[in-house]
């Protein structure tokens, strides 16, 4: 064997020897956490923070022993001067050329954009304000300062907050003046609308949370003011400050960053109405007649013109909507997204009323005015509404439907048939005994004879039906008596004149029913069809032909 050959061997050896001790070693403890962050204050005013371990000392070391050279410099009795000083580890920070402490890169975050030398002349400004409010702790001339403009502090918080006290009783005996005054004036039919009572209740509470906040931010400034005059709370004085005017800070910086959005809302807001002004005109022709535009009429316009505006402003909402304050806050979007799930929940039937009363104007089933027969009900139309139709019946009684029930049921228009009139119809049943040309004479005497039945078109008589044991004559007139009371009364008078031209003929208005069979025929021979009443009023001639 060769004595390569031998150092190759020992060489493995070796190398699987350290393998099998490295595996035999016990696992290393885990890396111990980073230690806590500790900072160094003077007079309650925090100098630095430190945060990372530095040459085995962790942050509370360090800051303990940043305070004790503080306090031996501090005991020197120096000009107490910070500075600062870069050097390769970091940067130091110094006071009368001692030394305090050093800021390493592990005490800065770096993503923030701190540097060491950056904290290192913050963490001076901050010794140099102790310091200031340290030297004047024990000075009695500033002490005597800040007593004064402490008093003087005081005395203009009295004095805004009885300004504020008669601001605000003057304002309500004057509100209440002019609010009394000025609503006395508001009255519709000589009622006065508006309570001044509740307005001006309203008004004073809306005065005194208004004062009572003006006080509250007065009182906050003269709390930061004061606290910032004493050395040892002044820390407490300057957060107050600082937060009241990043306070305000923010609501100004919201406020312009809101105002595009706002006029934009507003350039919006102006050309929906501007489009509203302008349909509003246009249909304003069409239902005074003087516009023709296709289908549309003086009925269907003004459906038309809600329609187009309701379209017009849920566009102009829309396209607003992302312009507006806070429209992009998980608040905002969680309010909106409960309102429409509440309309849409709660909409269903409104919508289908709606739909079925747009139907009823388009397709002009009724009118305003018109006389109708809608199921078991008859009246005058008062008012077709979106979601009701509304009737006046002859009594006196308003009935009103909804527009998806009237749309189910059939609708009898008794005033599309003669223009500017209505249809006025009765029925009687006479036997087979009575001759038609007398019955048809009869009826149009009685309708010539009431007051109200138009002359023309001229009332006539149809025989509809041929029952077994009579024959039913209905009467056809038309009366422009529009009002549905004045229907009731005309149809009423009307079968008076029937009853008394009937009972002056000797004719009887019934029914007759047979329960075997008459000994005599029920007929009328020819020497019979023209009675002394039937060609008094009219020849044969114009019978036949009226017929």
């Known amino acids: ?31 111990q956490a980073a230690a806590p962050a500790a900072s ?66 592990g005490d800065v975050n770096s993503l923030a954009g701190d540097t060491p030398e950056l904290l ?68 519709v039919h000589n009622v006065r609308v508006l309570d001044a009572a509740h307005l001006i209740h309203f008004s004073r509470r809306t005065l005194d949370i208004l004062a009572w906040l003006a006080a509250l931010l007065g009182a906050y400034i003269w709390l930061a003011f004061v606290l910032a005059r004493i ?22 910086t919201s406020a312009a960053n809101a105002v595009p959005g706002l006029v934009i809302v507003v350039i919006i807001v102006l050309l929906a109405r501007l489009a509203t002004a302008t349909l509003a005109s246009v249909f304003k022709r069409i239902e005074s007649g003087e516009l023709q535009f296709g289908w549309l009429d003086c009925d269907t316009a003004v459906p038309t013109r809600r329609l187009a505006v309701v379209v017009i402003w849920l566009f ?9 304050p806070g429209a992009h806050t998980a608040a905002f979007q969680g309010v909106t997204v409960l309102a429409g799930l509440m309309l849409s929940i709660g909409a269903s039937s409104i919508v289908s009323q709606g739909a079925s009363g747009l139907i009823l104007m388009y397709t002009r089933a009724l009118r305003k005015g018109d006389y109708v027969s809608i199921g078991d009900v008859q ?72 007051d109200g039945i138009a002359a023309e078109p001229r009332p006539y008589v149809i025989q509809c039906a041929l029952s077994d044991f009579y024959i039913e004559y209905k009467l056809i007139s038309c009366s422009t008596l529009s009002s549905p009371g004045t229907r009731a009364e005309l149809l009423s008078r009307l079968h008076q004149n029937v009853l008394d031209v009937f009972n002056r003929e000797g004719v009887q208005i019934m029914s007759p029913h047979f329960m075997q069979e008459p000994l005599h025929p029920q007929t009328v021979p020819p020497d019979r069809w ?18």
Request: hydrophobic letters at 45%; aromatic letters at 6%.
């Open 316 to 324: 102009a909402l829309a396209m607003a909507y992302p312009y507006l």
């Open 120 to 187: 290192a002349q913050e963490s001076a400004a901050q010794l140099e304000k102790a310091l200031q409010e340290r030297r004047e702790q024990h000075s009695p001339r500033y002490i005597a300062q800040a007593l004064g403009l402490c008093a003087a502090a005081t005395v203009a918080l009295a004095l805004m907050l009885w300004a504020l006290a008669a601001i605000r009783r003057h304002s309500n005996r004057r509100l209440e003046a002019v609010l009394g005054r000025r609503l006395a004036r508001v009255k």
């Open 1 to 31: 064997m060769t004595s390569k050959t031998i150092r190759t061997l020992l060489a493995l050896a070796l190398l699987a020897f350290s393998q099998l001790c490295s595996a035999l070693q016990p696992p290393s403890p885990p890396s």
């Open 40 to 105: 160094l204050a003077l007079g309650g005013r925090t100098i630095f923070t430190f945060r990372s371990t530095l040459s085995g000392y962790p942050p509370q070391e360090r800051a303990d022993a940043a305070e004790r050279r503080l306090e031996r410099a501090l005991a020197q009795n120096g000009p107490q001067r910070p500075s600062i000083r870069s050097i390769s580890e970091g940067t130091q920070v110094l006071l009368d050329g001692s030394l305090l402490f050093l800021i390493a890169p």
């Open 379 to 450: 009246g005058t139309v008062v008012e077709p509404g979106i979601f009701d139709t509304r009737l006046r019946t002859g009594m006196g009684v308003d009935v009103a439907m909804p527009n998806a029930w009237v749309l189910s049921n059939t609708i009898k228009n008794y005033s599309r048939a003669v223009p500017g009139a209505f249809v006025l119809d009765t029925t009687v049943t006479i036997g087979y005994d009575t001759p038609w040309r007398q019955v048809h004479a009869m009826l149009e005497e009685a309708a010539r004879l009431t």
């Open 530 to 547: 023209y009675p002394a009443h039937s060609l008094a009023s009219g020849t044969p001639s114009e019978v036949t032909m009226k017929e």
């Open 231 to 252: 050395p040892f709370a002044r820390i407490w004085g300057e957060r107050l400050q600082q937060f009241l005017f990043d306070t305000a800070i923010g609501l100004a």
